[in-house]
């Protein structure tokens, strides 16, 4: 039985993300572009498409939480069951206990929910993979209402937006796909952290994290966005630098990829880079704020830095030099060599 209440948290995720039209966006001569995408993809970065390449799907806000709540479900339902346990009373579950086991369902679905909600707001496509099922088919999903309201606010062509995004979450497909290792380690990661974690109230983890040490010291870290580490603990916390660096180099590598393989099909590539370059610093307030405590901050991060880091390697040693990356696990980039690429190469490719 599960123990977050996944029903409400889709209702909760679609009732925050609202339903804008999604002006006719289809997937259309965009579809039909994918598997050139994904070989010129191949062809620049030296990984081979061995899998057959997801179709192309446009989906509204409703379907992309739909997808990502089944994604979510395998990683958060061990977490949820560590952190409401039920108790027994001669012999039988308490009855209050139960309610109130029943009740921390509710509101963790209605969490997971609204946070799903809040981010279909603004992504604009994802190569949905589930990372602790290998037999799982993976998803090429664009998301229409997004994508529509980008074009029109920015003021750049709708088409070729579609066809630059399209080809970052290609560009994902063709890493799982070329490098086969990838899903089971950043599955085992995933795996092992979860096993790791010693889920109590997020509360009093907190209030232990804010009296247990220095106070200046520890409303500096909220200050800096890192509630997760204070969450999670330090003994767990290397296991997730290991998980943020080898996103920041999936997502790094996408970002740079999308730029060099569009600038061989998207006349308009120069305006489509400032204008999402634009959008991500121009979040107002409440986006920052709620970006900051969420954690979503580190994702904005993940894009800079590895983007970085495979922009300085390909303009030293070329794009087969960052090929290598995608070896085997002991090949990723730690998290200073992220930010230092040179330590990265002397090791790997001295």
Request: contains cysteine.
């Amino acid at each position: 039985m599960d123990t977050i209440d996944w029903a409400l948290a889709q209702k909760v995720g679609e009732l925050v993300a609202g339903n804008p039209p999604s002006l006719d966006v289809q997937a259309g001569g965009v579809g039909a572009l994918t598997q050139s995408f994904a070989d010129r993809v191949s062809s620049y970065t030296g990984l081979h498409l061995a899998a057959e390449l997801p179709a192309l799907e446009i989906v509204d806000r409703s379907s992309w939480i739909a997808a990502n709540l089944g994604t979510m479900r395998p990683l958060l339902e061990p977490l949820a069951k560590k952190a409401i346990k039920p108790r027994r009373a001669f012999g039988r579950q308490a009855p209050l206990t139960n309610a109130l086991n029943s009740a921390s369902g509710l509101m963790l679905g209605a969490q997971v929910g609204a946070l799903t909600g809040v981010l279909s707001q603004r992504v604009l496509g994802q190569y949905d993979i589930e990372l602790l099922n290998p037999s799982g088919k993976p998803r090429l999903l664009l998301v229409a209402p997004n994508l529509a309201q980008v074009a029109q606010s920015l003021e750049v062509n709708r088409e070729q937006l579609i066809s630059w995004v399209a080809i970052h979450e290609v560009t994902h497909a063709v890493q799982f796909s070329g490098a086969p290792w990838l899903q089971a380690h950043l599955g085992g990661l995933m795996q092992e952290l979860i096993e790791r974690m010693q889920v109590t109230v997020s509360a009093t983890d907190l209030f232990k994290g804010l009296v247990g040490g220095d106070l200046r010291d520890t409303l500096e870290r909220l200050r800096r966005g890192e509630v997760l580490r204070l969450t999670v603990g330090e003994a767990r916390w290397g296991l997730v630098e290991q998980l943020q660096s080898t996103m920041s180099l999936i997502e790094g590598h996408a970002e740079h990829v999308m730029d060099a393989v569009g600038a061989e099909v998207l006349p308009s590539l120069s305006a489509l880079r400032q204008a999402m370059n634009t959008r991500r610093t121009s979040r107002g307030l409440p986006w920052r704020v709620l970006e900051r405590f969420l954690g979503i901050e580190l994702k904005m991060r993940q894009y800079q830095v590895g983007r970085r880091f495979c922009d300085l390697v390909v303009e030293q040693r070329g794009p087969a030099a960052l090929t290598r990356a995608f070896a085997s696990a002991n090949d990723l980039p730690s998290a200073a060599e992220l930010d230092h690429p040179s330590l990265w190469l002397t090791r790997v490719d001295p």
